[in-house]
């Protein structure tokens, strides 16, 4: 995909919670010039400055004071502040979810309290525009701040930001042009002054238009059928010679099975395989005794207890399941590698999908480099930092709209 058009403006921005600096990378090909950063992680820093230039601090908590000191030092004026918080402890894939009104459990957790570091640093440097990146539940979840007083995090956003107009609303990735059913929270502030400027309302903030490319993949297909097949069969079968990241791990003959026996492009679970000993399909899912012969479906995903019984394992409807060729992908997430992961496998090939395809369906453009030393020390730790970035077709979008106002 070539939705990005490099440069079109010319802004700066400091990005706080940068990871790897992917989402960056969006604000840098529309002409962003980073000042500053922050990411805790040093894997994540070392990949961030071997794309995106600027200073790039550490913990939050601990660099916020000289990180504003050193911005207001370069003595221009700040045009954007992109903040991508911590989010596992807001997410409804986390094990608290369904708590988002319990303050005890917020509250034991100290990343659900880093937002406020960044409003603090959005405060003290004042820029034009600030966008906050995180998962849908993030502005609806009630905190109790140091002071004591209880709030929704999008409730303290506005209080704290006062001298901006703006709102929190959800919308998933596939509006910005990105091939995955992925919904985000976006929290967009405009400065009063630039607001009053050109007549905007907090109410005008979630109805910014963002255009698609011309070239974005209707489905997952258009965004990773031309790459060269791929199995997880063997060695011999799991990777292409000329990308190191069009790789996949090599699955046991047990578990590859499960996967095989699924139709292609049937967008159907292991779940679902009919019996591999008269053919059935009639076992309903997640049941391993097959309804109609009598016998073990070992096809589905099963384990075999000590005392030699079979039995089905415990998952969810979308785990183990190929990706729709027709659709979209499924979020892509930190652990692509894990077979059983949800939705996760290819449309017709027998395995998961590969780095480069992550990269690919999360709108990573091959310019985007990756320092030897981080693929070579872990493909894993790569599947991670891609599956937690927001693509950088979406940060660009986002902040392509606001230098249009």
Known sequence: MSGFIQPEYKFNYVSLFSSAGISDFGLKLLGGKCIAACELDANRRLVHEANISGKVFSDIREDKNRLIEYVLKQGETLDLVFATPPCQSFSTANSRRGKLKDTISANSDPRNFLFFDALEVCCKLKPKFIVIENVPNFGRRLLRNEQGAEGHVEEFIDVILSNYIGQTFVKCVSDFG???????????????????????????????????????????????????????????????????????????????????????????????????????????MFEIKCSSCGKDIKVRPHIIENNGTTRSIKGFRTSYKRIHPD?????????????????????????????????????????????????????????EMVGEALPPLVSYQLAKELFRL
Not at 235 to 240: A, H, I, V
Not at 356 to 379: A, G, H, N, V
């Open 178 to 284: 990105v091939p995955q059913s992925r919904k985000r929270s976006f929290s967009i502030y405009i400065r009063k002054d630039i607001a009053k400027e050109n007549n905007i309302h907090s109410k005008d903030v979630n109805k910014l238009k963002y255009i698609k490319p011309l070239d974005a993949p209707k489905n997952i297909v258009d965004a990773i059928g031309h790459l060269p097949e791929l199995d997880s069969r063997s060695k011999d079968s799991n990777s292409y010679k000329n990308d190191i990241f069009h790789h996949v791990p090599v699955l046991s003959d047990k578990h590859y099975s499960w996967i095989a026996n699924i139709p292609v492009n049937s967008g159907k679970s292991a779940w679902m395989n009919s019996c591999e000993h008269c053919g059935s399909a009639a076992t309903p």
């Open 327 to 383: 659709g979209l992908s499924s979020a892509i997430t930190t652990n692509t590698n894990a077979f059983s992961s949800d939705n996760k496998l290819h449309p017709s090939q027998n395995r998961v999908l590969s780095v480069r395809e992550c990269m690919l369906i999360q709108s990573i453009p091959d310019t985007f480099k990756w320092p030897e030393q981080i693929f070579y020390k872990s493909m894993h730790l790569v599947r």
